[in-house]
């Protein structure tokens, strides 16, 4: 399985992102799916998951209310909506994915759950 994400740049305070993961390869629609970032000089932690069938979504208390994660299995591909972003929300953004399929409150933030792994994409958010 091979996953891409795109769709970082650079935004103002308050503005929006959508970033984009698509995947190539496996079973797409039976994964859980996650979002991870890294900002400079810290770990990297948990932002949001989507269970296989969409039903199930997670945030971190960070971007709850602010971010969204969504999936179009007919397009192999997981989005996040990010809106009224802030620079504590610069980072290197990356998607993962967990072949179990389901995720919970008790394992989302958990890496060690992802399977796979993209390369990430940089969003960077000025005051």
């Known amino acids: 399985v091979q996953l891409q994400a795109s769709g970082g740049g650079l935004v103002q305070a308050g503005g929006s992102l959508r970033l984009s993961c698509a995947a190539s390869g496996g079973s797409f629609s039976s994964y859980a799916l996650g979002w991870f970032r890294q900002a400079p000089g810290k770990e990297r932690e948990f932002v949001a998951a989507i269970n296989w069938n969409g039903r199930n979504t997670y945030y971190a208390d960070s971007v709850k209310g602010r971010f969204a994660i969504a999936r179009d299995n007919a397009k192999n591909t997981v989005s996040l909506q990010m809106n009224s972003l802030r620079p504590e929300d610069t980072a290197v953004y990356f998607c993962?994915?967990?072949?179990?399929?389901?995720?919970?409150?008790?394992?989302?933030?958990?890496?060690?759950?992802?399977?796979?792994w993209g390369l990430g994409t940089l969003v960077t958010v000025s005051s």
């Open positions: 993962a994915a967990d072949t179990y399929g389901i995720l919970s409150t008790a394992t989302m933030y958990d890496q060690d759950e992802y399977d796979y």
